[in-house]
């Protein structure tokens, strides 16, 4: 149990104290009907300071129609009743009828307020009917501390008093009563309790006298027993309340009706209540200093003078109708009750201006070191983490913009055809790690921040590549620089070198190398060698007959080259090609001597 839950286990337990105290003849005081709450000084504490409690009342004022009972007479037409302590009275038999004013005995009677007289309005049950149940409804969680029901004929035989804390899902009895316990609730333990949690059946308020004004009392919490553990699940289960219920088993009779069945016999044997008190207050767990109607639940806007209200009017960022949880923002740390040095408010979730709820989580508490617990609910924003202080796959955050900003987050834009991971980007700086802000993951053969272009050496930049771009095939001895078109992949030669990929040297050229002409000329001797091509890998040129050397300027062994004088041209000895025409010319005269 919580502390604010043991404070109202000691304030119940003040409050029994009170309604204890009898006279020396015995009798009840007039404390028994007006219960004093013990610690009601608190309702007036700022709740900002510490815990605050609404005031107690009986829960029954304002909840008319939350009564109900399983047998009320009158209800089906006039019947007649009479009255035991009347039969030396001239009148001792009257009449119920519902619908006759003055004659109607409905279960809203038992309600009693301040200035009524309790005396000339009662609820009573249709005559002969012993099984007959009393029950009340509530809209809310309340703190139940005792039962006072004041009866207009006999007690009843026999009763037991149930609750239940779900809404009337399942149901526990507090106590039972009986003038014979053994007969009418057998295998039930008789005497007074010894524990709280103890159920029992006493007789104390079961005799046949006062045959009116006889009174049954119950607490919650007995006084005469010492609670050991306040904090205790059990003693939290005994005041919880949402469904009240009475059950009477048994009427008092005085026996004439075992010899005759005549209806006139069970005019006098029913049961009647002048009025019955719920003393409780509303649950809020110290978060709330006063409670107000639940339209939805009351159908009742206006307020109802001494009811107690059942909706907390919840502080310490608290909600629910018993202040029972965290307001969807504020639960970076676990609920919890106020306690009177600590108000134990709710804290808010740093979501980062992302969201507009969080839960708490101990695993997330246990790690932080029991600092913080909250776990932001559907960031927006394209935002994500325990505090939507990441950004989405596919969003980067803007390393211009705090992560407060709506716009911190934006979309990575990466070129589908050469990008990873469906177009995926380094969601924040982080130079150690090696994390450029929007930086895609590019395939391998593509470069540049949005991976949209091949890198040197690639071209056929397409989507349905896995590698992004296929290489360059261009001979690096022969292309200027280190890449090639990126659309065709058609390579830039060097001044002497040709071909798609740069691999062949310009006609008339060889050796390609690393020169920055890329071929040397082949430099055939004109004299020497036939033609001026020559082999493109050794740059030898084809010789004529005796001669030798790479460019064909060396006579072969046993060969020499003439001078000019010893070559000799006999013209008359000359011989025309085929194909070959004879030009004769006049000679020239028109030169001067």
Same mark, same amino acid.
């Given at each position: 149990?919580?502390?604010?839950?043991?404070?109202?286990?000691?304030?119940?337990?003040?409050?029994?104290?009170?309604?204890?105290?009898?006279?020396?003849?015995?009798?009840?005081?007039?404390?028994?009907?007006?219960?004093?709450?013990?610690?009601?000084?608190?309702?007036?504490?700022?709740?900002?300071?510490?815990?605050?409690?609404?005031?107690?009342?009986?829960?029954?004022?304002?909840?008319?129609?939350?009564?109900?009972?399983?047998?009320?007479?009158?209800?089906? /037409?006039?019947?007649?009743?009479?009255?035991?302590?009347?039969?030396?009275?001239?009148?001792?038999?009257?009449?119920?009828?519902?619908?006759?004013?003055?004659?109607?005995?409905?279960?809203?009677?038992? =309600?009693?307020?301040?200035?009524?007289?309790?005396?000339?309005?009662?609820?009573?049950?249709?005559?002969?009917?012993?099984?007959?149940?009393?029950?009340?409804?509530?809209?809310?969680?309340?703190?139940?501390?005792?039962?006072?029901?004041?009866?207009?004929?006999?007690?009843?035989?026999?009763?037991?008093?149930?609750?239940?804390?779900?809404?009337?899902?399942?149901?526990?009895?507090?106590?039972?009563?009986?003038?014979?316990?053994?007969?009418?609730?057998?295998?039930?333990?008789?005497?007074?309790?010894?524990?709280?949690?103890?159920?029992?059946?006493?007789?104390?308020?079961?005799? =046949?006298?006062?045959?009116?004004?006889?009174?049954?009392?119950?607490?919650?919490?007995?006084?005469?027993?010492?609670?050991?553990?306040?904090?205790?699940?059990?003693?939290?289960?005994?005041?919880?309340?949402?469904?009240?219920?009475?059950?009477?088993?048994?009427?008092?009779?005085?026996?004439?009706?075992?010899?005759?069945?005549?209806?006139?016999?069970?005019?006098?044997?029913?049961?009647?209540?002048?009025?019955?008190?719920?003393?409780?207050?509303?649950?809020?767990?110290?978060?709330?200093?006063?409670?107000?109607?639940?339209?939805?639940?009351?159908?009742?806007?206006?307020?109802?003078?001494?009811?107690?209200?059942?909706?907390?009017?919840?502080?310490?960022?608290?909600?629910?109708?018993?202040?029972?949880?965290?307001?969807?923002?504020?639960?970076?740390?676990?609920?919890?009750?106020?306690?009177?040095?600590?108000?134990?408010?709710?804290?808010?979730?740093?979501?980062?201006?992302?969201?507009?709820?969080?839960?708490?989580?101990?695993?997330?508490?246990?790690?932080?070191?029991? =600092?913080?617990?909250?776990?932001?609910?559907?960031?927006?924003?394209?935002?994500?983490?325990?505090?939507?202080?990441?950004?989405?796959?596919?969003?980067?955050?803007?390393?211009?913009?705090?992560?407060?900003?709506?716009?911190?987050?934006?979309?990575?834009?990466?070129?589908?055809?050469?990008?990873?991971?469906?177009?995926?980007?380094?969601?924040?700086?982080?130079?150690?790690?090696?994390?450029?802000?929007?930086?895609?993951?590019?395939?391998?053969?593509?470069?540049?921040?949005?991976?949209?272009?091949?890198?040197?050496?690639?071209?056929?930049?397409?989507?349905?590549?896995?590698?992004?771009?296929?290489?360059?095939?261009?001979?690096?001895?022969?292309?200027?620089?280190?890449?090639?078109?990126?659309?065709?992949?058609?390579?830039?030669?060097?001044?002497?070198?040709?071909?798609?990929?740069?691999?062949?040297?310009?006609?008339?050229?060889?050796?390609?190398?690393?020169?920055?002409?890329?071929?040397?000329?082949?430099?055939?001797?004109?004299?020497?060698?036939?033609?001026?091509?020559?082999?493109?890998?050794?740059?030898?040129?084809?010789?004529?007959?005796?001669?030798?050397?790479?460019?064909?300027?060396?006579?072969?062994?046993?060969?020499?080259? /003439?001078?000019?004088?010893?070559?000799?041209?006999?013209?008359?000895?000359?011989?025309?090609?085929?194909?070959?025409?004879?030009? =004769?010319?006049?000679?020239?005269?028109?030169?001067?001597?």
């Amino acid at each position: 149990m919580t502390c604010w839950e043991t404070k109202c286990v000691l304030h119940a337990l003040a409050a029994l104290l009170v309604v204890s105290l009898v006279d020396c003849a015995g009798r009840k005081t007039r404390q028994d009907r007006h219960y004093q709450y013990g610690g009601r000084h608190r309702v007036t504490q700022a709740c900002e300071e510490s815990s605050c409690y609404p005031a107690t009342g009986n829960l029954l004022i304002g909840r008319e129609k939350k009564l109900s009972a399983t047998s009320t007479c009158g209800m089906y /037409g006039p019947e007649r009743f009479c009255i035991v302590s009347h039969l030396k009275e001239r009148k001792k038999c009257f009449k119920c009828n519902s619908k006759v004013p003055g004659e109607e005995h409905g279960i809203e009677n038992i =309600v009693s307020r301040a200035g009524s007289n309790r005396r000339r309005t009662w609820w009573q049950s249709e005559n002969g009917v012993e099984q007959v149940s009393i029950r009340l409804d509530t809209e809310a969680e309340f703190h139940f501390t005792h039962l006072i029901i004041t009866f207009r004929t006999f007690r009843p035989a026999a009763l037991l008093i149930e609750r239940s804390h779900d809404d009337g899902r399942t149901w526990k009895v507090y106590q039972y009563y009986a003038y014979n316990c053994a007969e009418s609730f057998p295998g039930i333990p008789i005497g007074p309790r010894r524990n709280i949690t103890d159920v029992t059946c006493e007789s104390k308020y079961s005799a =046949v006298e006062p045959s009116s004004g006889g009174e049954v009392i119950f607490r919650v919490l007995p006084p005469h027993i010492r609670i050991a553990d306040p904090h205790s699940r059990d003693v939290q289960d005994l005041l919880k309340m949402t469904n009240l219920r009475i059950n009477f088993t048994k009427l008092h009779t005085l026996g004439d009706n075992l010899l005759d069945s005549r209806r006139e016999i069970k005019e006098k044997y029913y049961y009647a209540i002048y009025d019955m008190v719920v003393r409780g207050s509303c649950s809020c767990y110290g978060h709330a200093s006063q409670c107000i109607a639940d339209d939805d639940s009351l159908h009742n806007a206006t307020r109802i003078p001494d009811m107690v209200y059942g909706k907390c009017q919840c502080t310490h960022n608290t909600m629910g109708l018993n202040c029972e949880s965290c307001k969807p923002l504020y639960n970076d740390q676990q609920w919890q009750p106020a306690s009177e040095r600590d108000p134990n408010p709710c804290k808010l979730c740093n979501c980062n201006n992302h969201a507009d709820r969080c839960h708490f989580d101990p695993a997330v508490w246990e790690r932080s070191g029991r =600092v913080s617990g909250g776990v932001c609910d559907d960031c927006r924003d394209n935002t994500m983490g325990i505090s939507c202080e990441t950004c989405l796959p596919f969003f980067y955050k803007d390393p211009q913009r705090d992560i407060t900003d709506r716009y911190a987050c934006q979309p990575c834009d990466c070129d589908p055809r050469g990008s990873l991971e469906e177009g995926v980007c380094d969601s924040h700086d982080d130079p150690a790690a090696g994390l450029v802000a929007g930086r895609c993951h590019c395939k391998s053969n593509v470069e540049s921040r949005r991976c949209d272009r091949c890198k040197k050496g690639h071209y056929n930049f397409q989507a349905t590549n896995p590698f992004g771009c296929q290489p360059c095939t261009c001979n690096e001895l022969g292309t200027i620089g280190d890449g090639c078109n990126v659309w065709t992949g058609e390579c830039t030669c060097k001044r002497n070198v040709v071909g798609r990929d740069c691999d062949k040297c310009m006609e008339f050229h060889w050796g390609l190398s690393q020169d920055d002409d890329g071929c040397k000329p082949c430099d055939c001797d004109p004299g020497g060698a036939y033609d001026n091509n020559c082999d493109i890998v050794t740059g030898q040129c084809r010789c004529r007959p005796n001669v030798q050397g790479r460019r064909c300027d060396q006579p072969e062994t046993g060969y020499f080259i /003439g001078n000019m004088d010893f070559m000799r041209y006999e013209a008359e000895l000359a011989r025309s090609s085929p194909g070959c025409q004879v030009l =004769v010319r006049e000679p020239f005269t028109g030169r001067e001597p």
